[in-house]
């Protein structure tokens, strides 16, 4: 019989080895600063005030029941799976995609080895680092920049199972692959007994963007693509953090083993459930961006001899520049003028780019006016 009360365990030893006490940097700690009047566009979020409008109406309404009590996810499931067309015994809500990545790396113990563009979404490299996976980097063409589906099977069918990473469209370059290329990746990939994992954060900007994805997604979902939808750009959802992933109930259900939906609030599922409910004033806004890009793609152009604009499909835009210099001194050109852009990291076969989130005109003007004024002051 156990004695009642419980006999205090021993006080541990001063200086006893602890399973808590290590040695870290704290790596991951967030560190994102922001100034006052700054505007983002390097995280490409969405930046449009009819979105914030919604939001802000939204938050008013909500009812408090939502934040005093447990979300109740069963509608907002249903509500995505119309949206995306998907399977609800498919669909996993996150508390962003980024929790939706590692996820996967860690449902999969036995894959340990990453196959992906490179360069790409930073967050591949962390949780490889974190789930102890291999980034197996396949370059664009040096001569183009542009990437092939083809060299990611390639690579894939010369090593053991792997993630296979596909960003449509890409989240530096903008580059949207054709669906028949994908479709064949997608062949590929079980055929290796691999997972086809589709990145689809910035679709909804580029037109046509579903149609394009094909069989990749729907119903019946195949079981070896897992697609990772984040909310944060297409709605303009990045604080509220939510994402889903899709896939077939097969897939899936490892990935519920790791209690994903637990860290997903009430606050965040409002929001999305009004954004789903208005899908047209997002089509607007996601057409108006396109419409935007290309304005902004080609004054950049006209303005800056050397700057070469990439044809993308994002709420973002690309240019080739010269050197990775080039892209770094215009970047601290902008951001001394409250404009956060990206250097995109170059590597020995990629050309060194620049990505700037897009937003509305005025600002694209803006930004278009300060580099103008940059290259004439550097050519003085
Ligand atoms: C390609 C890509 N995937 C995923 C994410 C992460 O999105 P979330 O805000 O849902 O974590 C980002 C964010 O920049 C991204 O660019």
């Given at each position: 019989m156990s004695a009642y009360?419980?006999?205090?365990?021993e006080p541990a030893q001063a200086g006893a080895p602890s399973p808590f006490r290590v040695e870290s940097?704290?790596?991951?700690?967030?560190?994102?600063?922001?100034?006052?009047?700054?505007?983002?566009?390097?995280?490409?979020?969405?930046?449009?005030?009819?979105a914030a409008d919604l939001h802000r109406r939204t938050l008013a309404g909500l009812d408090p029941l939502e934040v005093l009590t447990y979300p109740v996810l069963r509608d907002v499931y249903a509500e995505i799976a119309d949206?995306?067309?998907?399977?609800?015994?498919?669909?996993?809500?996150t508390a962003g995609s980024d929790p939706g990545l590692g996820l996967l790396v860690r449902a999969f113990p036995r894959a340990r080895r990453i196959v992906l563009h490179h360069p790409n979404y930073e967050g591949w490299q962390k949780f490889a680092r974190i789930a102890g996976c291999r980034l197996d980097q396949v370059p664009p063409d040096p001569g183009t920049g542009r990437f092939s589906l083809a060299d990611l099977a390639a690579r894939l069918r010369g090593g053991p199972p792997a993630f296979v990473v596909v960003t449509q469209p890409h989240s530096f370059t903008g580059q949207v692959h054709a669906r028949a290329e994908l479709e064949s990746l997608a062949r590929a990939v079980a055929d290796h007994g691999s997972l086809l994992v589709l990145d689809t954060a910035y679709l909804a900007f580029t037109e046509g963007g579903e149609k394009e994805i094909g069989t990749l997604t729907g119903r019946p979902h195949p079981p070896h693509v897992v697609r990772v939808n984040t909310f944060s750009k297409c709605f303009g959802l990045s604080g509220a953090r939510i994402a889903v992933l899709s896939s077939h109930p097969d897939t899936v259900r490892p990935l519920l083993d790791l209690d994903p939906e637990g860290p997903v609030s009430g606050t965040a599922v409002a929001l999305l459930r009004a954004c789903l409910r208005e899908q047209p004033l997002f089509e607007e806004i996601w057409a108006g961006v396109r419409e935007v890009r290309e304005?902004?793609?080609?004054?950049?152009?006209?303005?800056l001899p050397g700057w070469r604009a990439l044809p993308g499909g994002g709420n973002f835009a690309t240019w080739q520049v010269a050197s990775p210099r080039e892209a770094a001194d215009a970047a601290a050109h902008l951001h001394a003028?409250?404009?956060?852009?990206?250097a995109v990291p170059s590597t020995p076969d990629s050309p060194a780019a620049v990505r700037i989130g897009v937003t509305d005109r005025s600002t694209a003007d803006r930004v278009t006016d300060l580099l103008l004024r940059r290259e004439q002051a550097v050519a003085r």
């Open positions: 009360p419980p006999r205090e365990e940097s704290g790596r991951y700690r967030s560190r994102r600063t922001r100034r006052p009047g700054e505007v983002n566009l390097k995280s490409s979020g969405l930046l449009d005030a009819r949206h995306l067309d998907a399977d609800p015994d498919g669909l996993v809500l304005h902004f793609s080609r004054g950049v152009e006209e303005a003028h409250g404009y956060v852009v990206r």
